[in-house]
Antibody
Framework: QVQLVESGGGVVQPGRSLRLSCAASGFAFISSAMHWVRQAPGKGLEWVAV????????YYADSVKGRFTVSRDNSKNTLYLQMNSLRTEDTAVYSCARAADFDFLTAFDYWGQGTLVTVSS | DIQMTQSPSSLSASVGDRVTITCRASQSISNYLSWYQQKPGKAPKLLIYAASSLQGGVPSRFSGSGSGTDFTLTISSLQPEDFATYYCQLNYRTPLTFGGGTKVEIK
């Protein structure tokens, strides 16, 4: 079955960096666009970034552009989110999600449970 | 960027009620809209894609409609397991914005 398992969250000071990982299994990772979505405590869902199946196309929310970088290693079935210059407003549960189709402009059919990132001094 | 406005932000309903949630896009997005259900502490679950297509395994009491700028999610007969928060999301172009959410609570 499809599984997405995030890791790498924790407590970090403002201005510091953190790298999240999302380990995928149970499907053809190499054929799937992948997204990162976050949810601040008690708040709604916010789309963060997407990477195409082959890693050549990447798009970001304005709130993270220039600070976050999405990447993937298809040989390891793993998605990454490098987060630099972290701010307190980046505090959230970060989840990876699979695009339901080859094209990333489609619904997200599988989600991980998420990893909590807390940015605090 | 295209804005997604969901209404209401919360509602109270009883088991068996018909529930309708609306989502409005700030410009036309054709049928590039999906709906998700999220329960506390759980990952969102895809219910509807392409505005009106039911995701596999989702009960038929859920339905979606609309095109252009106005969309609805309808639960024909609310069940105890349907109390949750529902989100719409545009899939037309990036940023793939979510609506603010609608919390469905027990009356």
């Amino acid at each position: 079955q499809v599984q997405l398992v995030e890791s790498g969250g924790g407590v970090v000071q403002p201005g510091r960096s953190l790298r999240l990982s999302c380990a995928a299994s149970g499907f053809a990772f190499i054929s799937s666009a992948m997204h990162w979505v976050r949810q601040a405590p008690g708040k709604g869902l916010e789309w963060v970034a997407v990477i195409s199946y082959d890693g050549t196309n990447k798009y970001y929310a304005d709130s993270v552009k220039g600070r976050f970088t999405v990447s993937r290693d298809n040989s390891k079935n793993t998605l990454y989110l490098q987060m630099n210059s972290l701010r307190t407003e980046d505090t959230a549960v970060y989840s990876c999600a699979r695009a339901a189709d080859f094209d990333f402009l489609t619904a997200f059919d599988y989600w991980g449970q998420g990893t909590l990132v807390t940015v605090s001094s | 960027d295209i804005q997604m406005t969901q209404s209401p932000s919360s509602l109270s309903a009883s088991v068996g009620d018909r529930v309708t949630i609306t989502c409005r896009a700030s410009q036309s997005i054709s049928n590039y809209l999906s709906w998700y259900q999220q329960k506390p502490g759980k990952a969102p679950k895809l219910l509807i894609y392409a505005a009106s297509s039911l995701q596999g395994g989702v009960p038929s009491r859920f339905s979606g409609s609309g095109s252009g700028t106005d969309f609805t999610l309808t639960i024909s007969s609310l069940q105890p397991e349907d109390f949750a928060t529902y989100y719409c999301q545009l899939n037309y172009r990036t940023p793939l914005t979510f609506g603010g959410g609608t919390k469905v609570e027990i009356k």
